[in-house]
């Protein structure tokens, strides 16, 4: 358990490097991240490379014991090749070429720059195939970025057409899948097929679906070019790529099968503040909101079943989100425990120190751009500190949450109603298994479930047959599987399937879709479980029990009124639970707390929102994400690693406003005084 | 009175036909609507015609007994069509354009389309010239959806320069009319004339109406060609086009020229929730504004003066709105109702069978998706059989309402407050004569009046010496007038008229506007009227009377105050009455009380909103849009055609939630209990 | 003191000249502006020129006695023209062209619209060098209206990399003033660098600055052109511009460089709607906000410390703003008043007579289409009577506020917060000081200060050396200087300085900002002030005093508690404080009134809102834009030559409800009973 930090020793005086690299091993830091966005310093000319200034940074580094991580300089091409091959630049939807300036313009489907990223990564990766100080890479930075995964370009059109026949071998077989008898729609040929441009109405789902597939897995593609370049170098080094925060249309699971470590990119207040619905709380200005963060750490933990890393953890203020205030006290040092809890073997802070110039002045550092120590240098040496006595093994988490990026794509073509948001309602589950402490793997839903207690599916929306199957077996061999709204409505080409919802999975289920329906959130939407009332929010479905119970039934007024809005199948060996709502908090906490006891998984009472528990490897971390301080109780003489004994029987322990307390106990023997 | 429905067989499978006959005939249904967006399977490769299918539709159905309505399938050329002549798209303003993906993208004006329309439509036609089973068509589909009647295209822009070559005959004529002086904008020719493109400032008032003007032409047109080769093959064929709700750039009462039979689209829970100003309450979700949605029937009714269809009625839920809640029970049946009291022959619901791909999977049917039979389909039936018995001739209004779609597109484009909108604003006056039963012509202005009681004109616009005559001339001959806010504010090229507003009008209405302005919604705008205090809203005048008697002063703060607001003059034979406010309900609801007082015209108290009452052919409806049941007393022995009577003495009649009752009385016999 | 009119014969049919001209002459006029807009009726087609009208239109205005001011037509270059050399046109940021059929539409940049300019200007000046009636020249209009600065063509892309060139002389240097390192942006030729057109992620901010830069000299070049032109044929002309209200992208002090008589377009009513962030109230409506309108005439008084003109003045109601109120009685004689007691020399009312086509229909003239008296002739009447008696001397400011157009860009560009204006922050002390009656010159920051008793700089965010020694000077001089939030956080390349902020200046405020942070509205921010708690918005800083004193510590909520927030630094032989927050309007009040009593600046008790008074040359202007009529107390006898004494004692002066009264007396003298 360590902590990095990501530098950038061309922004400075090479005079200061060494006065950097002995303050970075004074904080504890082990990793150092290197050469993002070099490409114009790595190779101001075609042809002409400079890397006598990484060298000896690395050397610097190397030489207070520093392990460096380098990247391919991709994301950020340099002006001269952008002049010479301005074809390797994307389009906006409507034509628009995405011009120089920034960053992330670049085309993934450009022959032209797949050539030229062949010629820099292996360049870059030769260079250093020997070198002793580097220890794995980090592909690029963050793909998708200023939403750059979908491309409408020349490029991507015929790579389009490609893909698509690939997929379906003949044109007859696409227009029967997709269905496009309706308005006229009927393909001549794959080549006639176009990325969906302007157009009236509403573009076909099926082809906005397969253009969402092609674009991410054009992605996938680009960034195994990069892992296989690098490992005809040094097979020993790892692979690794930085995914972002609550990130919709690349699919983390599809990349992170090229990758040896997955890593992601943590800004706690930013996030809060612009990737949520509701409006953020001054504690969540000055520390984030812990679900919305950890459900990040569960989803990349969960692409590979393995520990992950935070490659760029918020050090400070940062410059992107709308509003930027300064983190509490202790935050910096908060988060890097939290990731640690759930999964991450290493977090690195973004970055060693502000910048002086270009689009990031107004993003804090580990140091003033002065060159002084910040705020968030205190915390993570604090953190390195803390970590470092603890080593621990990888999570095991006893619920499973399934999630497929497809289904995603699919409600976001589809909302049918305005805040319909398929990672909201997601997170809505989530947030219930959180707040009693409950330890969460998200997966893809073709993941091996047999290890699972209970899984929760909020929105299978895409079924096949294949995957209705792998559900069923796991009930059948005694699971409990939990699903909820809006399952099994599509096949996997977006068609309805052609029986009713929930399609393939009705059997399972024992229950269809009689209707649904949304709603303004105007409109109060209420149901009866177990003889209690609770609210509901945007969508309905009415239930048709075949062989299920009814366990809920919607008072919402009018039409609605009376009809059955969950059920329950005891199935096989297993049970089954569907619901047919969005559920508000209240209900959601209730829905997944009988689960939880159905499936006898350990888990605490309700904690108080912003104040999280998470156990790894017998050690539990209480993590207070809010301005008051609380004290625990714990079994008397449970041993406390991080956070003070208040009392000599060693049965409390004391945490700080934006403080964390470890201690080594069971989950559920902790408990808010 | 009948019922229809709109079927897509070529979605279907060969083997399914005969039971979808069966079912449909079993409900009661009489037309059948085929063919629509079928382009691409009628002709599936250039010259390649496949007509078996349709001839095989149109055989199963006759069979059942069915009629069978066609449509010209231009709305989707097939794509083949669109990549061997791209120049039939249309551009947006910017010169993007507007893709093959959805529907609508062609440009009316395009030679080249021209030529395909004629090619499939005489093909089409021919085909069916002689089928026994085949009655009338439909041209196109909803011409103008998606924005799509204003085009910038080359096309376009040469087709406007010839179209105003014809109107003006001399450039210098337009320079003058236009008053192109200001700001430079003098035209060297008219060649040199193009369609409003981006510019840094608004666009001329004067090329804006006539670019409005020329791209409705175009639509006129275009469909004009389908009606000559519909025609010309057998001209017992009627010829029809199907209009959208609450539509404004498209004219009706100039395509309904070309037309036998005028229809349009009726979507009640959708229209409430995108084309009005408040937010729809729950019951309005349910089941939609009952004056809203006549409002449209009343429109279209007018423009031939005839009988008109309901060509597509809403099913059950639809995709398109921000929310699709479920309809209230009964509310299908409620508006097949509703539109045949307003003066329906016939209402098709829009569509057999849910889809299973592409744009309108969340789009109900009368069927669902896996062919069972879906809410709707009760209704449907209901209604089939309770309209069957009632053959009742076509409305007489004692009212008319004018409207000028020219006078429409003159406000929007200078609407001078953020919230007047010409069509909400012609609704106050309609709602006002609603909720006294009062039947009303929505008829354009130069209409013959003689036969009505009352003409309410909410804004006449745009006034020329003709128009201003021949209101004259009805007011002369004892016709009440009813005048409102920003009447005769410029001539018809959209100039401010030489004198004063309202100009050629000021004679009759006996007073000039003094002053105009507008307020945003936070200030309070109130007028004394009679004695009593009264809220309007957005607009006010001040009028200067000159023969006219000051009926309402200003008690609006300041300058405004105890200025002239309402005018009346006995002019003539009959009266005028000019509203210089934008009155709010209760101020709608007293002026125009007066006014159908004043004129004799037979009506109700002011019915609860959501419940109404309209007599047709000696039939009373009364449709109630709410979720509460009401009785109604009636004379002693009224008959009672739909509904039950609660006594025995037959004077009262129950109507329940969403239902509807049919009475055989007068509209004023009618009371709620 | 005087008064003038915008004219248009050209719009008129010329039987109508000689009654206008007696018209305005009976009103007082002694101004009128002529030809602006007049390209296409002086050439209606290349090389045939039409001056007889303009003659004759001067000729009749001469002979009345009337002085003419002519305007160069440039703003909108005729059809042919723009057909023939369709390179003029400016095009937007993704490309688009900015169409004919407005104004504005051509580029600053454009080699072929100069030469047409010059061609037009100096065809223009030759034949009225001689003229006795003209006495001056407007040069276009409004330069930059409808967000014209900022052009994305070819042309500017070429005149931009000159413009680099010329400033930085080699790219290396280019290179490291900017620091380009970052993101890999190094540009290897001036040619290379581009106008910031679409990129996935925001531009690097020292491209944007010198871009917006480089857009506001490419203005200042143009304007020249036209200036070199007409002092060539007769330099006894002024050589004027008409500036617009509240605007950002044009740096109205570079551009003055050129003009003798610095003037701008006043429309109250307007502005309150659309440049200001709060909604205005029925008053503001009626009358508009006093300090908005006089922030503007203080910022092009001060350009060239001279009096000014207001070349437009609103005559009434208008058409661009969301709603068109009319203005209260006696509003338009209120304005001339307001402006005159800031500085101005003339105000002209724009226009004579309201327009019947083209654009600008819902504005107002004095006279009605119609050509009868409107509200406003009678207004302008009376001002123009009650002003010709009084001859006053330039204002003499106590106070300097310094702003820097550059200043304004770099915050736009990076506000890091939703609601950071540069422009609402400077007119938070703006009011203050207005609030005590006390004249300020809004000056650039290098204008000499010597003669100031205070000067208050609410951001000089880019921070040079140069410009920190001057503030210096002034201090050692003994001035008194408050400086607000956010200044000295970036040298002028808009990089971070060297060291910590305010970089440059932190000598002599004897402070360094330690942190800042920006907030959503939704969170309370306050601090403790001379043991007052006041509120505070937006933006906090945390202050590290070395030599200053704390005067005021954060009381909002969590770590920015306890830090301080305001500083005062005895240096030299006056006083420097800085406050590091962004105050409410009761903070602001405070600080400015510590601040002024430092300073020994005579000024009032603080004001009520709308009741403004303002000093010229030993007269008071005491300005009521309210409803609400006051009475003032002033010494025994004062003379009052506007307004009422209402005693004879003359020791009370009555004004009424959006009335003037002018006494002479100190604003001291003056209180509010
Ligand atoms: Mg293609
Ligand atoms: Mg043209
Ligand atoms: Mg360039
Ligand atoms: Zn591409
Ligand atoms: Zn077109
Ligand atoms: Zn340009």
Redesign the interface.
Known sequence: MTIGVCY?P??WPREQWESDATNMAEAGIEYVRLAE?????LE??RGHFEFDWLDEAIEVLGAQGLKVVLCT?TA?????LV?ERPEIL?A?I????????????YCFNSPAYREETDRIVSRLAERYGDNPHVVGWQTDNEFG????VRCYCEDCSAAFSDWLAEKYDTIETLNER???????????SFE?V?P????????????LLDYYRFANDSVVDYNRLHANLLREVNDEWFVAHNFMGDFETLDAHAVADDLDLVTWDSYPTGFV?DRRED??T?DE??AGDPDQVSMNHDLYRGTNDAPFWVMEQQPG?V?WP????????GAMRLWAHHATAHGADAVLYFRWR?????????HAGLR???GSAD?GYHDASQAAAELDGLDVAHVDAPVALLHDYHDWWAISS?P???DFDYWEHLRTYYRALRARGVQVDIVHPETSLEDYALVVAPTLHLMSEERADHLSDYVSDGGHLLLGARTGY?DS?N??????QPGALSNLVGATVD??????A??DLSLMYDGDAYDYRTWSE?LNPDEADVVAEHTT????EAKPAIIRNEARRGTVTYVGVWPEAELANTIVGDALQTAGVTSTDVLPDGLRVAERDGHVWVTNFT?DAVTLDVPQGTPCHVGESKTERNDTVDVDPFGVAVVECRVDDVAVE
Request: proline share 15%.
């Open positions: 950038f061309e922004h966005f070099s490409w114009a310093v101001p000319e300089p950020t091409p340099p002006k001269w002049d994307q906006d409507d034509g628009t070429p995405r011009h120089f300036g920034s960053r992330r313009f970025c200023h939403r750059t997709w269905g496009t008898t309706f308005w006229s729609q009927r393909y001549p006639a176009d969906p441009q302007p157009t009236p109405a509403d573009h076909h789902p099926s082809l503040q409006d953020p001054l200005l000055r203020d410059n709308p509003t930027c205030p300064q983190p509490g006290d502000r910048c002086r110039g270009g689009q990031e002045q107004y003033k751009h002065d705020r589809q049918h109603a305005p599509k080409y068609r309805l399937p052609d029986a009713r209707q649904h329906e949304s709603f303004p105007s409109v009415w007024a009018g039409v609605t301005s």
